[in-house]
């Protein structure tokens, strides 16, 4: 068991490896650009670029370059953002992730939740009236793009309806910090969590529900009406448990992208400073440090939900634990 | 007279993922171990055993539909171990294959002209001319007759066919090229039985109309006793006895074929109760097969040598007919048996 | 009749078909069952055997499936019971064991959770004293080492294991009738032998009946008291194992049992063989339903065939008697 982690814990700094050099030769190596003119940002003077080409020993070989780079990086945390006036960006990362984290955690706790309950009452109501309404709902759910929902959201709660009893208690948009004020965390945050999870109530509902459904025609489940079981726990005590592995595996995906800078939208609307914004900025920017940052960042995330997906996938199925 | 087919010492392992998080353990699975056999001309050897006893793996190996491990294959005297797929194609015709699962091995979009008429339109003459448009369409209505379909069957597609029925599709296409073997896998265990009486019944008229030779292999002793001239019987990769089928089946040498024959349950009410070896436990992995004899942990008569040396196979004396008959025990049913093997081959 | 435990009476199962047709997958089903006594109901793919024993356990859960005539399990009714009383049935009264033990087990629980479960859902018993039943339960079934395999997941064990795992579970809360759906098809032909002993002995061990279903007569023949035989889910033929097999009645029973090749004995040239293969229950003929492949077919087998009474016998074929007698 311990020999296994280890191993994945190599796969894990080989990926993240393989995904550092990628980037950094898009970014830095591409032949025809002039990365120091790009970090320098426009009218630069000849100093500060002869600064920056000897800081990132852009006149040195390549291997030195991408050492140098990831040294700034990981070790020292000193790389340095001259578009946006010697911002050292590590910082700016670690700024925008506790918002983002916020975010993302929050609204998957809601999806997760409701998706499985109405997953698991359509299925249970199937061909009933509540199971198509359900479905529908999911349906609108997946069309609605989260920045116009938002935006309506915010419209009702911020400006038109803000005054009513039902919504007085909206603060204005913004990111109060978990450690400052966790009711206030809470109060600002919980619009923007159910908003951007309402797409993944659709999505994880609609899937939850057609795995379950494939499920009663399993023999095992037939075993299970067979024993006398309630109804409710064959649904969740044989169903449920068995028909999560899709589930798991597209949680894992949508879940690190999202921390990893996929919520941009909902940030964006909710002026939430997270990691997507930040990358979007850099971006826009073309801020070569900060994108190397936030794209590492992101890596991380993803690479790490992955090994995380591989680990609950053992505890849900003791066929995976042997067979490997 | 030469076998049509033969394998000397024939084995294949498979690599297999064992325990831990991620599979990183492997281990070696041995489907066949150490198996000599050969079939001549116009016989038809049965070949039985469980699941797991490597008789699917044999068959595939025969034909080199699956590359063995060790040892070799000569089909016609001609050793095609390691032949080149493109100097296999040349043999391919001569040597056909029927699967168990008759709509699995059919393509459900291609009519059955279509899937009948492909192997002509593959492979070309033995004179290396390619086949005519006239000859395959007259081909196409010798094999619907020798395998009883309706000429109507061209038209449609597999789904629209009973299982029966779509075996006798794919034996019609096996028989397209005019083959001399086929290699039959469980070709009616998929089947009722009132439809496999059907089934074996043309296995046997194609026999004796076309002169063809058969390995069929098969879980159930009786239907192999309806076809068979030889058996071979396995048992977790190896022969354990091989002889004449009437010989193998009415007087078994090797206790697991005697616990196999008194296992199957017959379709005869008697009025006292049949005097029968219940086995215990299953049948270990081919992962981890016991040492020695791989029987003994299951078998009523094993001792303390059976353990440690592996029984080789070795002939019956004397003959009980004229086939050869032949078991790897140290301790079989019938006497003679500690005589030095005279016969035993490599 | 009075010590019959269950019995069934003119049971017809329809299940909904295309344009709003409905479609007999069985029909006029008649038959009984004493206490300890085993029952085959043999058939060939098709004849409806396993939707009867779905119908007895209620898990036919077809929309729109209708189910008619009488089940009548210890004097009660069967069809139209309500799904709560017919789940406190279920599992503790009358239970059910499948073809696959492989795939019939939820493979993210271990076995003996699976066991404990159905016996705390039918009986008041501590965690501890339910697992107890279950290692007792594993033991006498002849698992080995019951204590540790109960600790471990279907995929862990082999497929004879897992079976009698199953019948364990089945077994677990001591019901009076025991439905076993083929239960060794799956199983390997030394490893059914056990399996097939196991289910004798239970009527001694449990008092339990056994309603086999098989499409094996071989199976039919070694284990069962009473046997019925389905063809396109209409009976054919049921009576004492023993007379059906010395002298079937009917001329489907009589050809299946034909086209089984001998294991002992001469060996014929060829197979008797039926031709043709049997109707779907949509295309299934008025009359008798094994009319176009039955050799000895005439015109009054246009008409439904009367249940002839033959000694203990009852056949389904107006061949089979001199004077028909309506049943």
Redesign the interface.
């Known amino acids: 068991m311990a020999m296994a982690l280890l191993r994945r814990l190599g796969q894990t700094v080989l990926v993240l490896f393989g995904i550092s050099v990628l980037v950094f030769l898009v970014f830095f190596a591409t032949p025809g650009a002039d990365p120091t003119a790009r970090i320098a940002g426009r009218n630069a003077s000849p100093e500060t670029m002869a600064l920056i080409r000897h800081q990132y020993g852009f006149d040195r070989p390549l291997p030195v370059q991408y050492e140098r780079m990831m040294v700034s990086l990981f070790v020292t945390r000193d790389l340095t953002s001259f578009v946006d006036h010697g911002e050292r960006v590590v910082p700016e990362v670690f700024r925008a992730a506790p918002v983002t984290l916020s975010l993302v955690f929050g609204a998957a706790i809601v999806w997760v939740l409701a998706s499985i309950g109405m997953g698991t009452l359509a299925t249970a109501l199937r061909g009933s009236l509540v199971d198509r309404g359900l479905m529908i709902l999911g349906l609108i759910g997946i069309s609605m793009p989260v920045f116009w929902l938002g935006e309506v959201i915010n419209l009702v709660t911020q400006s038109r309806m803000h005054d009513s009893w039902m919504f007085s208690w909206v603060p204005g948009l913004g990111y109060v910090p978990l450690t400052q004020d966790p009711v206030g965390w809470f109060k600002v945050l919980v619009i923007p969590w159910i908003t951007l999870a309402i797409l993944f109530i659709g999505i994880y509902g609609r899937v939850l529900r057609a795995d379950l459904v494939a499920a009663y025609s399993e023999d095992f489940m037939r075993t299970a009406q067979a024993k006398g079981l309630s109804a409710s726990r064959v649904l969740f005590r044989h169903g449920l448990r068995t028909s999560m592995i899709t589930f798991v595996s597209l949680f894992g995906l949508d879940f690190a992208q999202l921390v990893g800078g996929g919520a941009l939208l909902t940030e964006v609307v909710f002026g939430l400073q997270g990691v997507g914004r930040l990358t979007y900025q850099a971006l826009s920017n073309l801020d070569l440090p900060l994108i190397m940052a936030t794209v590492m960042y992101s890596a991380v995330f993803v690479v790490l939900a992955n090994a995380l997906v591989d680990i609950l996938y053992v505890l849900l199925d003791p066929r995976v634990r042997d067979a490997g | 007279m030469t076998p049509i087919i033969e394998a000397r010492s024939l084995g294949k392992h498979y690599r297999v993922?064992?325990?831990?998080?991620?599979?990183?353990s492997r281990r070696t699975l041995r489907a066949l171990d150490n198996v000599s056999l050969h079939v001549m001309p116009g016989e038809t050897l049965g070949i039985v055993g469980?699941?797991g006893c490597g008789k699917s793996t044999l068959g595939r190996c025969l034909l080199r539909l699956t590359q063995s491990s060790s040892g070799r294959v000569l089909f016609e005297g001609e050793d095609i171990t390691t032949r080149s797929e493109r100097a296999l194609r040349r043999l391919r015709p001569r040597m056909q294959m029927v699967f168990q699962d008759s709509y699995a091995s059919l393509n459900p979009r291609r009519r059955i002209a279509d899937l009948l008429s492909e192997p002509m339109r593959v492979h070309r003459q033995p004179s290396g001319a390619p086949h005519d448009r006239s000859f395959i369409a007259q081909r196409l209505r010798d094999l619907l007759d020798l395998t009883g379909l309706p000429i109507s069957a061209l038209d449609r597609y597999p789904h629209e066919f009973?299982g029966?029925?779509r075996q006798r599709i794919n034996i019609a296409r096996a028989l397209a090229l005019q083959p001399s073997l086929i290699v039959a896998d469980e070709p009616v265990s998929a089947l009722?039985?009132?439809?496999?009486?059907?089934i074996?019944?043309l296995f046997?008229d194609l026999r004796e109309t076309l002169g063809l030779t058969y390995i069929f292999i098969a879980?159930d002793?009786?239907?192999v006793?309806?076809i068979a001239s030889s058996v071979a019987v396995m048992y977790l990769g190896a022969i354990v006895e091989r002889g004449g089928t009437d010989s193998v089946?009415?007087a078994p040498a090797h206790p697991y074929t005697a616990?196999?024959?008194?296992?199957?349950?017959?379709?005869?009410?008697s009025a006292g109760a049949r005097s029968?070896v219940?086995?215990?436990?299953?049948?270990p992995s081919p992962v981890s097969p016991p040492p020695g004899c791989r029987f003994h942990t299951?078998c009523p008569k094993a001792e303390a040598r059976c353990s440690v040396e592996i029984p080789a196979l070795r002939p019956l004396v004397p003959a009980p007919d004229e086939a050869l008959h032949e078991v790897a025990c140290h301790y079989p049913l019938h006497p003679a048996s500690n005589v030095p093997d005279r016969y035993a081959t490599g | 009749m009075q010590d019959e435990l269950f019995a069934a009476r003119d049971l017809t199962i329809a299940l909904p078909g295309s344009q709003g047709s409905m479609i007999r997958i069985v029909e006029n089903l008649s038959f009984s069952l004493a206490p300890r006594e085993i029952l085959g109901i043999v058939g060939e793919s098709g004849s409806g055997k396993s939707m009867t024993a779905l119908a007895i356990m209620g898990l036919i859960d077809v929309p729109g499936a209708r189910i008619t005539g009488s089940m009548l399990f210890k004097g009660q009714e069967l069809v139209g019971l309500g799904a709560r009383a017919l789940r406190r049935l279920r599992g503790r009264e009358i239970a059910m064991i499948f073809q696959d033990p492989m795939t019939a087990l939820t493979p993210v629980h271990t076995i003996g959770w699976q066991i404990d479960e159905q016996i705390r859902a039918h009986e008041s018993l501590s965690r501890a004293g339910a697992r107890a039943r279950t290692i007792d339960l594993l033991g006498e079934m002849g698992v080995p080492d019951p204590r540790r395999a109960a600790d471990r997941y279907p995929h862990q064990l082999s497929g004879g294991l897992r079976q009698r795992a199953m019948i364990a579970m089945a077994l677990s809360c001591n019901p009076s009738l025991l439905i076993a759906d083929e239960p060794t098809t799956a199983l390997d032909v030394t490893v059914q032998a056990q399996i097939l002993d196991l289910l004798r002995r239970l009527r001694h061990n449990f008092g339990s009946s056994v309603l086999l279903i098989t499409h094996d007569m071989g199976v039919v023949a070694e284990t069962c008291d009473r046997t019925l035989v389905l063809y396109a889910g209409n009976v054919a033929e049921r009576g004492p194992t023993g007379d059906i097999f010395a002298h079937p009645g009917h001329p489907y029973a009589r050809a299946l049992l034909a086209s089984i090749p001998p294991l002992h004995g001469v060996r014929p040239s060829r197979l008797l063989s039926i031709p043709g293969q049997p109707p779907s229950p949509a295309e299934r003929p008025a009359g008798c339903p094994f009319r176009p492949r039955c050799p000895q077919a005439h015109a009054q087998c246009e008409q439904t065939p009367p249940m002839v009474r033959r000694g203990e016998q009852d056949i389904a074929c107006v061949l089979a008697a001199p004077e028909p007698v309506q049943a």
């Open positions: 993922a064992g325990g831990g998080l991620f599979g990183q469980e699941s009973s029966g029925q009722d039985v009132s439809i496999q009486a059907q074996i019944n046997t879980h002793l009786s239907v006793r309806q089946l009415h616990a196999l024959i008194t296992a199957v349950p017959e379709p005869v009410v029968r219940i086995l215990k436990g299953d049948v299951r």
